[in-house]
């Protein structure tokens, strides 16, 4: 009987603290033009480093998954593109955006 490896799943490559620093940053918002940021498809892939990984399947599932269970959905943009809509939550007495921009 030969060794078995351990099969490697996308969930070896799901990192949830990504996800919790998303939370830590952003609140879902149910409607696009009360989004203060709209993540993509390209900007989710970027933010949580989720590519597609040959033999394994996309990681981007396991991420939208998480999210999903949070509240922040997949909807469809006014571009329509599939995104995900959010507003930034405030950073210590003010807005993270009123921060960047002193």
Not at 79 to 96: D, H, L, Q
Request: glycine share 6%.
């Amino acid at each position: 009987m030969e060794d078995e490896k351990p099969s490697l799943t996308l969930d070896a490559y799901f990192i949830p603290q990504k996800v919790a620093a998303f939370m830590h940053s952003y609140a879902p918002c149910t409607e696009e033009a009360a989004a203060t940021d709209v993540f993509n498809d390209a900007r989710l892939r970027h933010y949580f480093q989720a590519y597609p990984i040959s033999g394994l399947g996309d990681l981007l599932i396991p991420y939208l998954d998480a999210l999903e269970a949070e509240g922040f959905l997949l909807q469809t943009s006014i571009t329509g593109e599939p995104a995900i809509f959010v507003t930034g939550k405030p950073y210590g007495n003010s807005s993270f955006m009123l921060a960047l921009s002193e």
